[in-house]
């Protein structure tokens, strides 16, 4: 016992002592720095970050400003939370935030050196990685060739809630299982689940625990000096998750590279490309296990997480699911089967879509970016070097200096503008895939497959909610990890119309 406490006073002194030093170095030099809540000793403001980070961080920016300061532990977090800090960030110092700070958690079996979701852009491999992925994934080109087999998922789907017509059902699971069998048919030309099947709720509920380990507060990323000691064993956590989807996918590529080697025929999908590539020496083994990866998880997780408060928006709001439908049945008439142009000739449809991303972006503080250089300003505050930088892409797109009724789901909003607000992040105030260098590659995959997805469940569907849920008391409150889902899961009835 008395050697115990002596280890948490050496601890505590040991801290004290880093936290002191290190403060005075890195403030030394600087210009004005952020406001910010009062931290404390040690801690920094932990204590004020309880509940949805999100809503906290925008609580917080209400009283300290749009550019607010936050220690964490032994880090320091700069927050943005408005749209022209956004744009000062991203047209002024895109370069030199454009690297990640990266969880401890991420750096099971090295996982943060090889995905191109944590890499630092200056980094040569990321360059590669990224520019495989623009060219032999999401080009026009690539997803014009796999255009069929996306909508034969699609169809599949439908056909899953067809099956169920009449019966309660969850939307989500639903929705994740047939786009992850879309991602790997279009990239593998495989099903990895069954539609609605356990299988695919386990392998769901794996990357949602790694979501949420990664997201979790860690001693080793408030307090860097410890992470060797990998105290509360996220770390190894991880890594045993990690190694369960990467034995999945590695039985992938296992099984192709033995019919490969058997045959002459080949797939010509995005995994024959990789071989190739690997082949060459241009990717390591490695490297293409974590481009599936990277494309497998964060793919299927962000569509199904944005079909389903689509839906959920939707159900709430039946006005606005009627003037769907209507557009749906005056625009493509009889058409039995939705095809993905079909969707994208339907302005309000995309509108409802934009409507949902901005209400509820699946990543409501993006991924954190870091700052690499000294030099920094954003709103006439110094961003120091080495500090996290945060963008709260949920408070930008809910403030109401940009937005008219910004808690409100109205998707007019967004009818006259739909030329100027897309989805690549040129205009601040709607920013639900980032913006600048890390703007997120799946945008081409995503603007087509969610409004295809949604069209065909309103087009093949009258949906209802369960006996005695009125549409008004709907439960769209938001849980947040590093994705912000539905902290209820939305179950709802599909009654057949075609």
Same mark, same amino acid.
């Not at 109401?400 to 808690?407: S, Y």
């Given at each position: ?8 006073? *050496?601890?505590?002194?040991? @801290? ?7 403060? &005075? ?49 032994? &880090? ?140 979790? =507060?860690?001693? @080793? ?57 690997? @082949? ?16 497998? &998880? ?156 949604? *069209? ?13 849920? =009125? ?28």
């Amino acid at each position: 016992m008395e050697l115990e406490l002596w280890l948490l006073w *050496a601890l505590l002194a040991v @801290s004290l002592l880093y936290y002191l030093t290190n403060t &005075t170095l890195r403030l030394s030099g600087t210009g004005r720095l952020p406001p910010g809540p009062r931290p404390l000793p040690i801690l920094g403001n932990l204590l004020d970050l309880r509940g949805d980070l999100h809503h906290t961080l925008t609580r917080l920016a209400r009283v300290h400003g749009p550019i607010m300061r936050l220690k964490l532990g032994l &880090t320091t977090a700069v927050v943005v939370s408005s749209r022209d800090a956004a744009r000062e960030a991203f047209t002024r110092h895109d370069r030199r935030l454009a690297a990640r700070a990266v969880p401890d958690a991420t750096r099971a079996l090295r996982f943060c050196e090889r995905s191109i979701i944590w890499l630092p852009s200056s980094d040569p491999l990321w360059k590669t990685l990224r520019g495989i992925i623009a060219t032999h994934i999401f080009s026009p080109r690539s997803l014009a060739v796999v255009r069929g087999i996306r909508e034969r998922k699609v169809r599949d789907l439908v056909d899953y809630f067809r099956g169920r017509a009449g019966q309660e059902v969850d939307v989500r699971h639903a929705v994740f299982s047939g786009v992850l069998n879309l991602v790997s048919n279009a990239f593998c030309s495989v099903d990895v689940v069954d539609v609605g099947a356990e299988s695919a709720k386990g392998l769901r509920e794996i990357v949602e625990y790694l979501i949420e380990l990664i997201s979790k =507060p860690n001693v @080793s990323d408030l307090f860097p000096f410890l992470r060797l000691l990998d105290l509360q064993g996220w770390r190894r956590w991880t890594a045993g998750h990690l190694g369960k989807i990467f034995r999945i996918l590695d039985d992938i590529i296992d099984h192709r590279l033995a019919e490969t080697s058997s045959s002459k025929d080949k797939q010509s999908d995005f995994l024959d490309v990789l071989l190739e590539l690997m @082949s060459t020496g241009k990717i390591g083994r490695d490297n293409l296990t974590t481009i599936l990866f990277d494309v497998f &998880t964060a793919g299927s997780d962000t569509i199904a997480i944005t079909v389903e408060w689509a839906m959920g928006e939707l159900l709430r709001n039946p006005r606005i699911m009627a003037k769907v439908r209507a557009e749906i049945g005056d625009t493509l008439g009889g058409k039995e089967i939705i095809e993905e142009p079909d969707a994208a000739s339907l302005p309000y449809l995309q509108a409802v879509v934009k409507e949902a991303m901005r209400l509820h972006p699946v990543g409501p503080i993006m991924l954190p970016h870091k700052a690499v250089d000294d030099g920094i300003e954003i709103g006439g505050y110094a961003v120091p070097k080495g500090c996290t930088v945060i963008f709260n892409a949920w408070a930008i797109m809910r403030d109401p200096v940009t937005w008219e009724r910004p808690d409100e789901f109205v998707p007019e909003r967004f009818l006259d503008r739909a030329a100027e607000v897309d989805f690549r992040g040129k205009e601040f105030e709607f920013i639900p895939f980032g913006s600048g260098r890390r703007l997120c590659p799946g945008i081409p995959m995503a603007e087509r497959v969610v409004p295809h997805i949604l *069209a065909s469940l309103l087009h093949a569907f009258e949906w209802r909610l369960p006996d005695g849920v =009125p549409a008004e008391q709907l439960d769209v409150s938001e849980k947040f990890t590093t994705a912000n889902v539905m902290a209820v899961p939305l179950k709802a009835v599909p009654i057949v119309i075609i």
